[in-house]
């Protein structure tokens, strides 16, 4: 108890030492129920250029695909925020800023550049988001879904290329990849259950934006 206590007031004083965000401070260890408060890092040092040019790409993408889910919701809300479809996108849309805010914090701790087409992903998540959205809530849970489904994918893709290498060395990682990816298959399948399926063109509206996500992910890596 003392020491959570002192997290707490450490909490308070600093964020230097651990961050406001749950996630970024180890408060309570699962195994051990040990308390700690230190910052720590999700990636292992990198053993070479090779390494680090793998982690900087699929940081890089990472952070592009978790901002351009922002701005997808930011262009839902902007249509139905006043809707009773409101409070469900908005809580989708927050799970989507932590998201993004934990990629912001790795990027700047380990000096990865993101990518140079933030600004048209920009443009174009908020505009896919309103569009979508104004055919309505159907509209929306499709676009929902399809994006959804597409980063779920591309996380899945990273996790089996990050066993494959040594799980052991990038434990983090992992978890922080599994956790958000979970996340998203939760929006996927919240989109379901509101109706995705039924907006007219269903099939034709998700093959072009998953088309769209995959060209997205592949430039992301690269530029």
Not at 52 to 73: C, F, P, Q, T
Not at 87 to 113: A, C, S, T, Y
Not at 115 to 124: G, S
Not at 158 to 170: G, K, N, S, T, V
Request: hydrophobic residues 40%; aromatic residues 6%; glycine residues 6%.
């Amino acid at each position: 108890m003392q020491r959570a206590a002192k997290c707490a007031l450490r909490l308070d004083i600093s964020r230097a030492f651990c961050p406001s965000n749950v996630r970024n401070c180890r408060a309570v260890n699962r195994v051990n129920g040990s308390v700690s408060c230190r910052r720590y890092s999700v990636l292992p040092p990198p053993r070479d250029e090779e390494e680090k040019a793998m982690l900087d790409s699929m940081l890089r993408v990472d952070h592009a695909g978790e901002y351009g889910a922002n701005r997808i919701y930011a262009g839902q809300m902007a249509v139905l925020g006043r809707t009773q479809t409101g409070p469900l996108i908005q809580h989708m849309w927050d799970q989507e800023k932590m998201h993004l805010e934990r990629f912001n914090e790795i990027l700047g701790e380990h000096r990865v550049r993101p990518t140079l087409l933030l600004p048209l992903w920009n443009i174009a998540g908020f505009a896919l988001g309103a569009c979508t959205a104004l055919l309505g809530k159907e509209g929306a849970m499709a676009c929902t879904v399809a994006v959804e489904e597409s980063i779920s994918e591309h996380y899945n893709s990273q996790i089996r290329r990050l066993m494959e290498a040594d799980p052991e060395r990038y434990t983090e990682l992992l978890q922080l990849i599994k956790e958000f990816r979970d996340d998203e298959i939760e929006h996927h399948d919240t989109g379901l259950e509101h109706d995705a399926e039924s907006v007219p063109g269903y099939l034709l509206l998700k093959t072009a934006i998953q088309a769209g996500c995959k060209a997205a992910i592949y430039i992301s890596q690269r530029i």
